[in-house]
């Protein structure tokens, strides 16, 4: 294989000792390519977060290689854009203040913060604005709705425009109407940064209306079992998840998620 | 979420609208601050009506009325060995927030010297500080310097403690997504942990102004020739429970004070800490 942004090869990872520790992954295969944006499903505790650790670096694969970018992953990427279930926000800081946390980190921001600031506040308030939180700049995060609070990580995860950008179930928590909402949010940022995006989901509707390409894994130790493109026309239309030929997608990926399920005896 | 901590300030005006309607009733806010002064003001009463019904002779309990007479009269000693107990407490007190803080950001971020230091720092915690004093004398003599050290070693761990968990428990996703961004480890202690830490921080100043104030009357009750704890020590051999009494009234008084100030002062350090407790999803 060559060519993809992200690749996979054989990947297994194993937490603690030889003998005793979890094997969360193994054989895990999967491709990328620069600005599509896939999603995974699979049962809870199949290794979805791990996937991401492993591809971020966060966490040292047991065997097997990642590539991101042509480079192998031995260590933390630096240029990553990762956000999650919890916000994580920074309570001492504002909203503005908790965007740019990134940019006094990541380099180059980093040694540039101090001459183009005010360059880089902008851009955070256009991020904002993005998501729709124009005017939110100076509240703190107590007082704003957890979806609120979760478009603010969503842009802290953007602000330094990653070329990846990983989230793991970061509507997991949000009430229905508030993460279609967020659905919409995204798919626009998307559309108009076109990172690379890596979305970890176990909500069917969320993979289908969000990917490009949605892959399921088996249950522990995890790798893909099945990959799946969907064509919808982008930008696309809340009212597509309810249509017939959505619906069919979304059995379809559900019927390979409870053969997953169903299989971890021989996996194991 | 109605925290009465939270909102300090707007419960003044608050409570200053509500009595128009009784003109004598009370605002259960206002209520809730006089009560602590009935609470003493009663108890004195109970003591001193005790005290005279059952005719107790001076030297086993002194009524409020005496000890606040002896108070009067030796009010010059007094002063004068309360400000070296707090002397020496504020002392010890200082050195303990600048060592507690260091090692407690040492020991929270490195999971290496926490496991080394940890079971130690519990083992020297549970030493009576009383009996370290001895020693503190042999070393050092007797006089000013064991009590500020006392003040300092059985003040500093509550800061250490507090501060080592504050940085300790960032969580891991919000390292991961600094991690995933290049940060150091030093990068996320600074942005993240001990920013983290301070409410925790504020919090022990609170516990441990106060076990430092008790740090230096013990020290000073063993060997000193000076401070509230001596001035108690020698009313005593000399059998004047009146003088005694004051002793422990002021020590009482010192200790609500120091509390107060502490208290006042993680207040206004710490807001968010405790406005962000309220629950986060609660206004969607
Ligand atoms: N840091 C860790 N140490 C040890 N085991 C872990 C760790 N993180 C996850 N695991 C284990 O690895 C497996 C996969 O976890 P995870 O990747 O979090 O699953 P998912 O995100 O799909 O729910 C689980 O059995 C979990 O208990
Ligand atoms: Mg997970």
Redo the contacts with the bound molecule.
């Keep these: 294989m060559s060519g993809g942004f992200v690749e996979l090869e054989d990947v297994s990872l194993r937490?603690?000792g030889e003998e005793t520790?979890?094997l969360?992954l193994s054989g895990a295969n999967l491709k990328v390519d620069k600005g599509e944006f896939i999603a995974v499903v699979?049962?809870?505790?199949?290794?979805?977060?791990?996937?991401?650790?492993a591809m971020s670096g966060l966490?040292p694969v047991t065997s097997g290689g990642v590539r991101v970018a042509g480079h192998y992953v031995d260590g933390p990427l630096s240029m990553v854009g990762m956000a999650f279930q919890a916000a994580t926000l920074l309570p001492w800081r504002s909203t503005l203040d908790n965007v740019m946390l990134p940019l006094e980190i990541a380099q180059p921001y980093r040694s540039q913060l101090s001459s183009r600031k005010e360059e880089f506040r902008e851009k955070a308030r256009g991020l904002l604005k993005l998501v729709g939180l124009e005017g939110f700049d100076d509240k703190f995060p107590w007082q704003l709705s957890g979806g609120m609070q979760q478009r603010v990580s969503l842009c802290r995860a953007l602000i330094h425009e990653p070329e990846l950008l990983m989230l793991?179930?970061p509507f997991a928590a949000l009430d229905m109407f508030t993460r279609e909402e967020l659905w919409g949010v995204l798919q626009n940022v998307w559309m108009t940064k076109k990172p690379t995006v890596i979305l970890?989901t176990h909500d069917l509707r969320e993979a289908v209306y969000l990917a490009d390409k949605v892959y399921v894994?088996s249950a522990?130790p995890?790798r893909m079992i099945h990959e799946r493109d969907i064509e919808f026309a982008r930008p696309r239309e809340l009212d597509i998840t309810f249509r017939p030929d959505f619906g069919a997608i979304a059995q379809d990926l559900r019927d390979h998620i409870y053969t997953a399920r169903a299989e971890p005896a021989k996996a194991a | 979420m109605a925290d009465t901590t939270a909102q300090p300030q707007s419960s003044t005006p608050a409570a200053s609208a509500a009595p128009q309607a009784g003109g004598l009733k009370l605002s259960q806010r206002q209520l809730e601050r006089v009560m602590p002064w009935l609470v003493v003001f009663g108890l004195f009463a109970i003591w001193e009506l005790t005290v005279r019904v059952f005719d107790f002779p001076q030297f086993i309990l002194p009524a409020p009325s005496v000890i606040f007479e002896a108070m009067w009269q030796w009010r010059v000693p007094i002063i004068d060995n309360a400000a070296q107990t707090a002397f020496t407490t504020v002392i010890g007190f200082g050195i303990a927030i600048v060592f507690g803080l260091i090692t407690g950001i040492l020991i929270g971020s490195s999971s290496l010297v926490y496991n080394g230091f940890y079971p130690v720092l519990i083992g020297f915690n549970s030493i009576p500080k009383v009996a370290v004093v001895p020693i503190l004398v042999i070393w050092f003599g007797i006089g000013t310097v064991p009590a500020i050290i006392t003040a300092f070693l059985i003040s500093f761990f509550p800061i250490l403690v507090n501060v080592a968990t504050g940085i300790a428990t960032v969580e891991q996703e919000l390292k991961d997504v600094l991690r995933a961004l290049g940060a150091s480890k030093r990068d996320i202690i600074i942005k993240v942990g001990i920013p983290r830490s301070l409410p925790y921080f504020f919090a022990s100043l609170k516990i441990a102004i106060t076990v430092a104030f008790v740090g230096s009357i013990i020290a000073e009750t063993v060997a000193s020739n000076k401070g509230i704890g001596h001035l108690m020590i020698q009313a005593s051999s000399r059998f004047e429970v009146p003088l005694v009494f004051a002793g422990l009234l002021v020590t009482a008084i010192m200790g609500v004070a120091m509390y107060v100030v502490a208290n006042f002062v993680e207040r206004r350090m710490t807001g968010w800490a405790t406005r962000s407790q309220g629950d986060p999803g609660s206004q969607t």
């Design positions: 937490y603690g520790g979890t969360a699979g049962p809870s505790g199949c290794g979805k977060s791990t996937l991401m650790k966490w793991d179930e970890v894994m522990r995890g």
